[in-house]
């Protein structure tokens, strides 16, 4: 498990581009045939994927968890980017079609990823925080997530965000999961930009085609940086940062966030006028 640890903002100050990356990106979590996983000291949010083949794929605990399981102390959500697939939880298979979630529940013990065509395989994104309580595993199809259209086209940002785990879709301790699809045309994502005080937030661009690539801002609103991200890249942000990006064209990405609170719209606007 890649472990990525903690980065101040005052230290962000001084970071080259390299060092960026390295604190705040991962571009090697997607691999096929493996479950690969990064574990971030912020808000011990876990991130990665499992790319079942030819044979399922076990979920692995990981001497970092300390634990017999992976969600002994955990809630877990998994959002399907590929192709059918079926995860299966202490015997239980659910069968994910492309862009479905399921969440799964603290105290579930085995959990197993499989391909329905190991030619067109599941592509898994999994995203974990600490949980306190045990809520039930369930599936969320696509027409039972909440679908929130937004954005105009004279601001190159017309978009649907598809929300999956939040309350009143499913229940989950701290976990918040979805993502956000941009329209054909549209390139400009979280601007005006935010931060949240009060959680951290994992970022997983997709749908990102070979040639183009996406631009993802970062940092305090006064002193912004950013990286050059491609498909099913991973970026972390803190709570100090904002989030927002810009492709050469249209993309999807992942949200997940955890921390004290589920609200959704809790967020620390940055007016455009005062990024630096």
Not at 66 to 72: G, H, P, T, V, Y
Not at 172 to 181: D, F, K, N, P, R
Request: hydrophobic share 35%; charged share 20%; aromatic share 10%.
């Amino acid at each position: 498990m890649d472990v990525r640890y903690t980065v101040g903002r005052n230290e962000y100050r001084r970071m080259t581009t390299e060092e960026l990356r390295a604190a705040f990106l991962n571009t090697a979590l997607c691999e096929a045939g493996k479950v690969k996983l990064m574990y971030c000291e912020v808000e011990r949010g876990i991130a990665g994927f499992a790319v079942p083949t030819a044979a399922p794929l076990a979920m692995p605990a990981g001497k970092e968890l300390a634990s017999d399981f992976f969600c002994a102390r955990r809630e877990l959500g998994v959002l399907n980017v590929g192709g059918a697939g079926t995860v299966t939880c202490d015997g239980t298979a659910y069968a994910l079609r492309p862009r479905e979630v399921l969440y799964v529940g603290r105290g579930t013990k085995e959990i197993v990823f499989a391909s329905e065509n190991a030619g067109t395989p599941a592509v898994f994104y999994l995203v974990s925080y600490p949980a306190h309580r045990a809520f039930p595993t369930k599936l969320i199809r696509f027409e039972d997530a909440n679908h929130r259209r937004c954005g105009t086209k004279e601001d190159c940002n017309l978009r649907t965000i598809h929300q999956f785990i939040l309350p009143g879709r499913c229940d989950s301790c701290q976990l918040v999961m979805g993502y956000t699809e941009l329209e054909p045309g549209s390139n400009w994502n979280t601007m005006p930009a935010h931060t949240h005080e009060r959680r951290t937030e994992i970022y997983m661009y997709f749908g990102i085609e070979p040639g183009q690539c996406v631009f993802h801002f970062m940092g305090p609103g006064d002193e912004t940086r950013h990286l050059a991200v491609h498909d099913h890249d991973v970026v972390v942000s803190p709570m100090w940062s904002i989030h927002s990006g810009v492709g050469t064209k249209a993309y999807t990405f992942c949200w997940a966030m955890g921390g004290e609170n589920q609200e959704f719209d809790d967020m620390d606007g940055v007016a455009v006028e005062t990024l630096r």
